[in-house]
């Protein structure tokens, strides 16, 4: 697949480039409102701290000017407030760029079918993934979600942050795109191949999904990289050994920094892929939007993965010779 098969037509692009003048106009504005909305909502709440703190020096003792315990707590929630209405003042651009979001996106995504956008939902398909193919994870969270059919196949493709644990503490399960589509042919079971841990995660994993079984696909560094799991090693086996060794091995050359993973469950498929990067993010509000420079990049990322996802989706196919 090439980058220009998902770009749109010249009728499209007009249209695009139309929109984008429409929000040109409406971010110079809303730019305007934040230069002076940020400083007038932070700058009282620094006015009123100096006014209070001079009000608690007048009756507090000389040795506790500055620094008594009431000081401190006005201090906090002063910094508390200030980063409050920090986020009031940006109110109307966050609006605007999320109305712009689900205005432009089914648009420039036209070379696909039955286009549908949501920010923030929780996605269809997210229960059906395979939770072997992710770790363990309690807190979940999901930004754009576009589903709609590409190439005769209908799909679900949002961005997701999976964590484990509370605070600090906390680990990334996984945090990426992920890829939900229909398999050619449904797989009897769940296999998954995600990226290869160390030994003692990979001992505590065993313990909590006895159900699953370890494959070997055959080829040593894809085996070093990857672990293969399944309930079905029957069914399983000839796909590890087959076209998803042959699938993998062509995703650590086209997404080399982690490894994709990839799952199976019933008819449902997932390709996931571990990305820190926001796919459909538009540059800050004092930027100009720029057709060339944020929004082709945006439409030929979510071609490739689309394209990627229909490759991964064959590997349960059966050999027209069968």
Same mark, same amino acid.
């Given at each position: 697949?090439? !980058?220009?098969?998902?770009?749109?037509?010249?009728?499209? !692009?007009?249209?695009?480039?139309?929109?984008?003048?429409?929000?040109?106009?409406?971010?110079? @504005?809303?730019?305007?409102?934040?230069?002076?909305?940020?400083?007038?909502?932070?700058?009282?709440?620094? %006015?009123?701290?100096?006014?209070?703190?001079?009000?608690? +020096? =007048?009756?507090?003792?000389?040795?506790?000017?500055?620094?008594?315990?009431?000081?401190?707590?006005?201090?906090?929630?002063?910094?508390?407030? @200030?980063?409050?209405?920090?986020?009031?003042?940006?109110?109307?651009?966050?609006?605007?760029?999320?109305?712009?979001?689900?205005?432009?996106?089914?648009?420039?995504?036209?070379?696909?079918?039955?286009?549908?956008?949501?920010?923030?939902?929780?996605? +269809?398909?997210?229960?059906?993934?395979?939770?072997?193919?992710?770790?363990?994870?309690?807190?979940?969270?999901?930004?754009?979600? %576009?589903?709609?059919?590409?190439?005769?196949?209908?799909?679900?493709?949002?961005?997701?942050?999976?964590?484990?644990? !509370? $605070?600090?503490?906390? @680990?990334?399960?996984?945090? $990426?795109?992920?890829?939900?589509?229909?398999?050619?042919?449904?797989?009897?079971?769940?296999?998954?191949? !995600?990226?290869?841990?160390?030994?003692?995660?990979?001992?505590?994993? $065993?313990?909590?999904?006895?159900?699953?079984?370890?494959?070997?696909?055959?080829?040593?560094?894809?085996?070093?990289?990857?672990?293969?799991?399944?309930? +079905?090693?029957?069914?399983?086996?000839?796909?590890?050994?087959?076209?998803?060794?042959?699938?993998?091995?062509?995703?650590?050359?086209?997404?080399?920094?982690?490894?994709?993973?990839?799952?199976?469950?019933? $008819?449902?498929?997932?390709?996931?892929?571990?990305?820190?990067? +926001?796919?459909?993010?538009?540059?800050?509000?004092?930027?100009?939007?720029?057709?060339?420079?944020?929004?082709?990049?945006?439409? @030929?990322?979510?071609?490739?993965?689309?394209?990627?996802?229909?490759?991964?989706? =064959?590997?349960?196919? =059966?050999?027209?010779?069968?």
């Amino acid at each position: 697949m090439e !980058t220009a098969d998902f770009m749109p037509g010249e009728a499209a !692009t007009a249209a695009i480039r139309k929109d984008i003048e429409s929000y040109e106009a409406a971010r110079a @504005s809303v730019a305007r409102q934040v230069r002076w909305r940020v400083p007038v909502f932070v700058g009282l709440v620094v %006015v009123a701290v100096v006014v209070l703190t001079w009000l608690f +020096n =007048k009756v507090a003792d000389p040795n506790e000017q500055w620094f008594s315990l009431p000081h401190v707590f006005l201090y906090v929630l002063g910094f508390a407030a @200030s980063i409050l209405l920090y986020f009031q003042a940006m109110k109307p651009a966050a609006r605007l760029q999320q109305s712009f979001r689900q205005t432009l996106l089914p648009i420039i995504f036209g070379f696909i079918r039955d286009v549908r956008y949501q920010h923030g939902g929780r996605p +269809n398909s997210f229960d059906r993934l395979p939770r072997e193919a992710v770790g363990p994870f309690n807190r979940q969270a999901f930004d754009d979600v %576009v589903s709609g059919r590409y190439e005769e196949f209908p799909f679900e493709l949002y961005e997701a942050e999976l964590r484990e644990g !509370t $605070g600090k503490g906390s @680990s990334t399960a996984f945090k $990426g795109v992920i890829v939900a589509f229909e398999a050619i042919e449904p797989f009897p079971g769940i296999l998954v191949a !995600t990226r290869r841990t160390n030994a003692v995660i990979g001992f505590f994993r $065993g313990m909590f999904t006895t159900r699953m079984q370890e494959l070997s696909s055959g080829e040593p560094l894809l085996d070093a990289a990857y672990e293969f799991r399944t309930d +079905n090693v029957e069914a399983a086996r000839p796909l590890v050994t087959g076209r998803l060794a042959q699938a993998l091995k062509w995703l650590g050359e086209t997404w080399p920094d982690d490894p994709a993973r990839v799952a199976l469950n019933g $008819g449902d498929g997932f390709l996931l892929l571990p990305q820190a990067k +926001n796919f459909f993010e538009l540059p800050d509000i004092s930027v100009p939007l720029d057709y060339t420079r944020h929004v082709a990049p945006m439409i @030929s990322d979510m071609g490739a993965m689309l394209a990627t996802a229909a490759l991964v989706r =064959k590997i349960g196919a =059966k050999d027209p010779a069968g």
